[in-house]
């Protein structure tokens, strides 16, 4: 299985992007899934998780508020709509699989598989 993401481009701040990550070779509709980023010169970070039912999210405090996450197509891809975006959102945006019929989670450690990544800058 192979997880692609896409949708990252360059915006203004305010602005509004939506990422989708989908699988191919299989699907994640059982299990948990994640957003990370990482800006230049910083660490991975979390950014928003979902239960492999999609009933239970949850988000990076950054994030709350502005950001959505949700799965779509029978599980077969988990988007990320991202609103009133602010330039510390600029980076490199994963998606990851996580635990078999898994809850939220932002522990890094605990998703085995993971996108290439997809670019969002954010500057006027």
């Known amino acids: 299985v192979q997880l692609q993401a896409s949708g990252g481009g360059s915006v203004q701040p305010g602005g509004s992007l939506r990422l989708s990550c989908s699988a191919s070779?299989?699907?994640?509709?059982?299990?948990?899934m994640g957003w990370f980023r990482q800006g230049s010169g910083k660490e991975r970070e979390f950014v928003a998780s979902?239960?492999?039912?999609?009933?239970?999210?949850y988000y990076a405090s950054s994030v709350e508020g502005r950001f959505s996450i949700s799965k779509a197509n029978a599980g077969t891809t988990v988007d990320l709509q991202m609103n009133r975006l602010e330039p510390d959102d600029t980076g490199v945006y994963f998606c990851?699989?996580?635990?078999?019929?898994?809850?939220?989670?932002?522990?890094?450690?605990?998703?085995?598989?993971w996108g290439q990544g997809t670019q969002v800058t954010v500057s006027s």
């Open positions: 070779g299989g699907a994640f509709s059982v299990y948990g």
């Open positions: 979902i239960s492999w039912g999609g009933t239970r999210k």
């Open positions: 990851a699989r996580g635990e078999y019929r898994g809850g939220t989670n932002s522990d890094r450690a605990s998703y085995d598989l």
